[in-house]
């Protein structure tokens, strides 16, 4: 069960389509993610860019005055939310005990003339500056650290829910672009199991909308061609009513011999089909509704038993055969009973057992099983046993 679920979803184009769009946000992402970087070095690279930030730091250092103060760096780092730390052979000081140690960072030259470095630890970034007026060096941090880590999440939080807002936006617009293709599989679906007068809603003009008026026309045509076949069977057959009746006419002024009884017999049979081509037609259209009523159906198989009694290997009811009244049609039922039980005496031969009919109780339906010592039915041949004039032995012809 599970395997068939992960199948149908490794099948499914609406999960494709979903993996392709988070495969495309993912490698956007990046690609942004890669220009803005690209983007920032060459901004940092620029001259006009180091010369402002290198006068920036040189008005830090003199509003923290000479000799600098903790007091006064702390008035500054609350003021503009940066941590500031203060190295010189006389003094160290810090406003964050998160800033490390000058002389354990990597210094990298970013304005000369300042004396300005990009420093780097542990993936941190910072700027140091030497003081201009003395001995000593700062370390500034202009993303404090207590405020780091929280604004990173809140960017990446919002990142990932504008992401998935775009993406659930996008994959329904895929679904509804690609709805008719639920449509028509369940258009296929309604086909193969013979509606054959469904039809799929169509209200778009692309492709997909092509492709559902070209199925809608295909069941129409299809549709006409089954109705043409019956309709034609049914001509058939009531044009053969008057021929077989002046036939068996003509017949009566014959005298008894062979050849008589064989043509009768075979008057007969197509006299039988004629009429289940007919019966087999009323019942589909409208004016052929059941004519319901109660019955037992032992009843009915003792009557349909009764037309065989003569013929080889012989018909018995068991005896345990349930005897409750159904509402049925009965004289329906009845020719469904004698079809089956002649199927029966044809396909069994004279020295087998008798051919053996039950009718039991399965839940709240009775059940009535004909068991016979024939060959059955190819598994092949079980979808086309409902069709006109089929036969299961292609070569049978009929035995004088």
């Known amino acids: 069960m599970l395997n068939n679920i992960t199948a149908r979803l490794f ?37 006009p860019f180091r010369r402002n930030t290198g006068q920036y730091i040189r008005y830090l250092i003199n509003d923290l005055g000479t000799p600098p103060t903790i007091e006064k760096a702390r008035e500054i780092s609350r003021h503009l939310s940066i941590d500031i730390r203060y190295e010189s052979p006389s003094d160290t000081w810090s406003t964050s005990p998160d800033l490390p140690p000058i002389e354990s960072m990597r210094l990298k030259e970013f304005h000369n003339q300042a004396r300005i470095f990009i420093a780097r630890y542990q993936g941190k970034r910072f ?44 994959y329904f617009i895929i679904r509804r672009i690609l709805k008719p293709i639920t449509l028509l599989t369940g258009g296929v679906n ?60 003509a017949l009566e002024f014959l ?54 009694q003569n013929q080889s290997p012989g018909i018995v009811l068991e005896p345990e055969s349930e005897t409750a009244e159904v509402m049925i049609d009965g004289r329906r039922v009845l020719t469904v009973l004698k079809n089956c ?9 004279e020295s087998s057992g008798p051919i053996r009919v039950v009718i039991s109780t399965t839940g709240e339906d009775l059940a009535v099983r ?25 070569s049978r012809n009929k035995i004088t």
């Open 255 to 308: 005298p008894d011999s062979a050849t008589k009884t064989s043509i009768n017999e075979d008057i007969v049979s197509m006299d039988s089909m004629i009429e289940e081509l007919l019966e087999s037609h009323r019942i589909k259209s409208p004016y052929g509704k059941l004519n319901l009523e109660n019955c037992t159906l032992r009843d009915l198989a003792q009557e349909a038993i009764a037309f065989f």
């Open 11 to 47: 099948h499914s184009v609406f999960l494709k389509l979903l993996l392709l769009i988070i495969a495309s946000g993912v490698f956007i992402n990046l690609a942004v993610g890669v220009f803005f970087m690209y983007l920032y070095k060459g901004s940092t690279s620029d001259s």
């Open 341 to 349: 039980l002649d199927n029966a005496v044809k396909n069994s031969s």
């Open 190 to 249: 309604e086909l193969g199991n013979g509606n054959l007068d469904f039809q799929i809603p169509v209200d778009k003009a692309d492709e997909l909308g092509t492709l559902s008026r070209a199925f809608n026309d295909m069941a129409a045509r299809i549709r006409n061609m089954l109705h043409a076949k019956e309709q034609l069977l049914l001509d058939v057959s009531h044009e053969l009513r008057s021929p077989l009746t002046r036939i068996r006419v």
């Open 370 to 394: 004909i068991h016979d010592s024939g060959t059955g039915i190819p598994p092949e041949d079980l979808p086309h046993i409902f069709e006109p004039f089929y036969r299961v032995d292609k």
């Open 127 to 170: 700027l140091v500056a030497e003081n201009p007026s003395g001995p000593g060096r700062y370390a500034l941090d202009f993303i404090r650290s207590d405020s780091r880590q929280t604004f990173m999440e809140r960017k990446i939080l919002l990142l990932i829910c504008l992401l998935t807002i775009i993406l659930v936006v996008v």
